[in-house]
């Protein structure tokens, strides 16, 4: 994944792609990872027609913060950031951080403009360090199980990420094993993705990804192939 900062280097991320699109032997396809922040920014806006996007991955990796310090805090950036975000925004409550890390993720599937969901429950990225919940309880299955209707309504494809294990954040893939059989059961499609930041990423925790998936019921997974998304056998 390439991350772009300003308008010039995004110009020269979408000129470099096109030069390897025209020279390569394999396919080559240009996407972008659109945060969606409300006011600010989504894969919907006008601005993002002007380039010729083969796909975009929609994300959530912020909170408002109502404070003049911070306007919005990562859900996923350094500890002592979320920290902040928890503790004092959030008071130090769990439940209300990610029931509205959860709302972000509906608001961002009915806007739309996106083609794949990226990496669903990013919010528990900090919880293998900081312990601060338990996916087991009702409170957090129940949100996060719900928020799959709007995935599945919206029809993009659910990305399994591997991030979070490439990074040592976490033990298990986004969205958790137990989310990919609730979102088996709404047909929701899903690609495997390395949310890779170098070349030696790729390809890491692919084949544990398939087996995560082969246990919770899909066979198939969503990808672009001689242009058009299909759906390709993980068997």
């Known amino acids: 994944m390439t991350f772009v900062c300003c308008r010039e280097n995004l110009d020269a991320y979408v000129a470099a792609i096109q030069e390897q699109k025209a020279r390569s032997d394999i396919e080559v396809y240009l996407g972008l990872e659109i945060d969606f922040i409300a006011g600010l920014t989504t894969p919907n806006d006008a601005k993002w027609d002007v380039y010729p996007?083969?796909?975009?991955?929609?994300?959530?990796?912020?909170?408002?913060?109502?404070?003049?310090?911070?306007?919005?805090?990562?859900?996923?950036?350094?500890r002592?950031?979320?920290?902040?975000?928890?503790?004092?925004?959030h008071e130090g409550s769990a439940?209300?951080?990610?029931?509205?890390?959860?709302?972000?993720?509906?608001?961002l599937c009915e806007a739309g403009g996106f083609d794949i969901l990226g990496h669903y429950d990013l919010v528990k990225k900090h919880n293998?360090?900081?312990?601060f919940f338990s996916e087991q309880e009702d409170w957090y299955q129940n949100v996060a199980i719900a928020t799959l209707d709007a995935v599945a309504k919206a029809g993009v494809i659910l990305e399994v990420?591997?991030?979070g294990?490439?990074?040592g954040a976490t033990d298990d893939v986004y969205p958790s094993p137990w989310l990919l059989k609730h979102a088996k059961s709404k047909n929701i499609p899903v690609q495997i993705n390395a949310?890779?930041?170098?070349?030696h990423h790729l390809g890491v925790y692919h084949e544990k990804c398939r087996e995560v998936l082969?246990?919770?019921?899909?066979?198939?997974?969503?990808?672009?192939l001689d242009g058009k998304w299909q759906d390709v056998s993980i068997l």
């Not at 083969?54 to 990796?61: E, L, N, Q, R």
């Not at 293998?128 to 312990?131: N, P, R, T």
Request: charged share 25%.
């Open 214 to 224: 082969l246990e919770a019921g899909y066979q198939q997974q969503r990808i672009l």
């Open 128 to 131: 293998k360090a900081l312990d």
């Open 161 to 163: 990420n591997y991030g």
């Open 80 to 89: 002592e950031e979320f920290k902040v975000l928890l503790g004092e925004v």
């Open 95 to 107: 439940r209300s951080m990610i029931e509205a890390y959860y709302q972000r993720i509906r608001e």
């Open 165 to 167: 294990m490439l990074r």
């Open 195 to 199: 949310d890779a930041h170098a070349p």
């Open 53 to 78: 996007l083969d796909y975009k991955i929609g994300s959530v990796h912020t909170l408002q913060a109502p404070n003049e310090q911070y306007p919005m805090l990562s859900v996923d950036g350094p």
